[in-house]
T-cell receptor, first 114, second 113 residues
């Protein structure tokens, strides 16, 4: 069984500040990990994913995440927040077989103030 | 390349009615998954279809059903609607079941009164 915990349902930052959204996972098999972003009244857009290889993953819009197996974490970061980053962010896990489904965290709403 | 499309985008129904939602995957994608998103429960997996067969099922009552057609388009049906079925229903497609990346549609917002 898999599970995802996202710490903080809401995170507030100022424009230009560091963004850090936390994600911890539980998986009995090696995981694939994803971060999705959802803007109001829209579906989910993939930001980045970790499957195999390099543990530091770069995604779109300047976001990156690091897979840390020892900490079972996959935190999302961005050096400098922009107003357009305000959205809800979801961390998700799936088994590395690829045949399984996505298990999502509860989501973190990122608020960016000027 | 067109993305995943879902129709309708918004629906209002009353308790006891049934509803059918439609999803057209990205061209060439053969796997379609459905998810329910609510403020309380978050994103939950409903089911996955591939080659017109249900391959995975989440923990939802039998009132929730689906099907997939030969062109990979999928429908989901909810019968005897309850207030708690109010949610955003998201469809996602991938080329094959072993692909790890899923592409999501904009969702159908269902409101049950």
């Amino acid at each position: 069984a898999q599970s995802v915990t996202q710490l903080g349902s809401h995170v507030s930052v100022s424009e230009g500040a560091l963004v850090l959204l936390r994600c911890n996972y539980s998986s009995s098999v090696p995981p694939y990990l994803f971060w999705y972003v959802q803007y109001p009244n829209q579906g989910l857009q993939l930001l980045l994913k970790y499957t195999t290889g390099a543990t530091l993953v770069k995604g779109i819009n300047g976001f990156e995440a690091e897979f840390k197996k020892s900490e079972t974490s996959f935190h999302l970061t961005k050096p400098s927040a922009h107003m357009s980053d305000a959205a809800e962010y979801f961390c998700a896990v799936t088994e590395n077989s690829g045949y399984s489904t996505l298990t999502f965290g509860k989501g973190t709403m990122l608020l960016v103030s000027p | 390349k067109a993305g995943v499309t879902q129709t309708p985008r918004y629906l209002i129904k009353t308790r006891g009615q049934q509803v059918t939602l439609s999803c057209s995957p990205i061209s060439g994608h053969r796997s379609v998954s459905w998810y329910q998103q609510t403020p309380g429960q978050g994103l939950q997996f409903l089911f996955e279809y591939f080659s017109e067969t249900q391959r995975n099922k989440g923990n939802f009552p039998g009132r929730f059903s689906g099907r997939q057609f030969s062109n990979s388009r999928s429908e989901m049906n909810v019968s005897t609607l309850e207030l708690g079925d109010s949610a955003l229903y998201l469809c996602a497609s991938r080329k094959n079941r072993q692909d790890n990346e899923q592409f999501f549609g904009p969702g159908t917002r269902l409101t049950v009164l």
